[in-house]
Nanobody, 123 residues
C-alpha cells in the first residue's frame, strides 16, 4: 500500500490542523494505521494508532487529549485532528501502516510509510 500524507502547514499557537493520509494500492482496510512525528534532533515517536476496523485506538498520554486519530475506510483515509497546538508540536508528521499485532508500537514494525508533512507552530 502507498501512503500520501497532507494537511501540514504553519499555524499559530492554540490553533488546529487536521492531517490526512490517503492510501492507494489496495487493502487499506486490512491495515492498522499510525501517526508518528519526528521533531528536530529527536527520534520518531508514535502519537496515535487505530485498528483496521476503527474499534481500537491508542493515543500517546502526553498529548493530553489534544490529538485524535480516525479513519474512513470508504475513502482509504486516516486522519489526525490536532487541537490546541503548541510550539513543541513542530515536527514532520508521518502516517504508517502495519499488519502486526495491535500492541505493536515500535517504528520498525510499521511496514509502509507516507512521505511526511511539515507542521510548524508559531508562538
Amino acid at each position: 500500500v502507498q501512503l500520501q500524507a497532507s494537511g501540514g502547514g504553519l499555524v499559530q499557537r492554540g490553533g488546529s490542523l487536521r492531517l490526512s493520509c490517503v492510501a492507494s494500492g489496495g487493502d487499506f482496510e486490512t491495515y492498522d494505521m499510525g501517526w508518528f512525528r519526528q521533531r528536530p534532533g529527536r527520534e520518531r515517536e508514535l502519537l496515535a494508532k487505530i485498528s483496521w476496523n476503527a474499534r481500537n485506538t491508542y493515543h500517546l498520554d502526553s498529548l493530553m487529549g489534544r490529538f485524535t486519530i480516525s479513519r474512513d475506510n470508504a475513502k482509504n483515509t486516516v486522519y489526525l485532528q490536532m487541537n490546541n497546538l503548541i510550539s513543541e508540536d513542530t515536527a514532520v508528521y508521518y502516517c504508517a501502516a502495519t499488519r502486526r499485532p495491535w500492541t505493536t508500537r515500535e517504528t520498525y514494525y510499521f511496514d509502509h510509510w507516507g512521505q511526511g508533512t511539515q507542521v510548524t507552530v508559531s508562538s
